[in-house]
């Protein structure tokens, strides 16, 4: 039996990219190379105009726009539903909303071939949540009637999609309350972690030092500071974890619209 093949829409190139999402594609694509020939579709942004090859892992250009998301995904479903006959695969899967125009191509052609919708974070959850931070931001008035239509997209994938992948039992229990999926279609496969890259160094307490954290009790948050990565529960668990830890610090490492709060 030879190998799988398995094409992957994702609007923003994950080679380019160094989201959660790009980095599970690339990473998942690299460990399953002997298995499985992956060939990724992604929209035409940071200026990805050829195709490329990394890690054995076939990145092929779809025309974008490269302006804002909601924008370019648009632009990148009706490329990739206008070349569908060119994208041949035994399986296909599409990151967030990044496949619905495809999807809705093979529903419309009675094409059986299995279609992954992997979710990572629920968008509609996140919409529900955006009313409930504290942090206000015009940014965040402005990007909710976006995050609203694209949780009903991504609730149209979840229910047409022949098997839903997500990354917690959180997200997964969320998937079959809002989007009104059959839990059994759901399947839940956590982000990894790359232990030869990611593990304890030596050098951490000369860090701590130079930070001034000398025998404390350290949280270490790194990410986007945005809305949806939850800081201001972050921010509120801090305020009782330092009452009841004496010497306790929270250290936050990112960059977005939320820092200047």
């Known amino acids: 039996m030879g190998k799988l093949n398995l094409a992957v829409f994702n609007t923003q190139p994950p080679h380019l990219y160094r989201g959660g999402v790009e980095r599970r594609i690339t990473e998942v694509g690299k460990r399953l190379i002997n298995e499985v020939n992956t060939k990724v579709y992604s929209g035409t942004k940071a200026g990805f105009k050829k195709t490329a090859v990394v890690d054995g892992v076939i990145l092929v250009p779809c025309f ?3 302006m804002f998301f909601p924008l370019d995904n648009w632009f990148f479903n ?3 539903s206008r070349v569908h006959n060119t994208i041949k695969a035994d399986v296909y899967e599409a990151h967030v909303v990044s496949g619905y125009g495809f999807l809705k ?3 419309r052609r009675k094409d ?5 919708q992997t979710i990572h974070g629920v968008l509609a959850d996140e919409y529900i949540h955006s009313f409930k931070t504290s942090f206000h931001t015009l940014r965040t008035r402005l990007s909710r009637p976006l995050m ?16 839903i992948v997500t990354v917690s039992k959180y997200s997964s229990q969320k998937i079959a309350k809002l989007y009104g999926v059959e839990e059994n279609r759901v ?3 956590p982000n990894g972690v790359d232990t030869q890259r990611f593990k304890p160094t030596k050098g951490f307490e000369k860090v701590k030092h130079e930070l001034g954290l000398d025998n404390k ?3 270490l948050f790194v990410g986007n500071l945005v809305p949806r990565k939850g800081l201001h529960f972050l921010i509120e668990a801090a305020k009782n974890v330092v009452k ?3 010497g306790a610090r929270f250290i936050i490492a990112g960059d977005g619209p939320l820092k200047k709060k």
């Not at 059986?112 to 992954?116: D, E, G, M, R, V």
């Not at 694209?150 to 022949?162: D, F, K, P, V």
Request: proline content about 3%; some cysteine; hydrophobic content about 35%.
């Open 64 to 66: 974008s726009t490269d």
């Open 78 to 80: 009706k490329s990739i």
């Open 105 to 107: 191509t093979l529903k």
């Open 112 to 116: 059986a071939k299995p279609f992954i």
């Open 148 to 163: 609203r239509h694209l949780s009903i997209i991504e609730r149209e994938s979840a229910r047409n999609a022949t098997l």
């Open 187 to 189: 399947r839940v496969v």
């Open 217 to 219: 009790k350290c949280v």
């Open 244 to 246: 009841e830890t004496e």
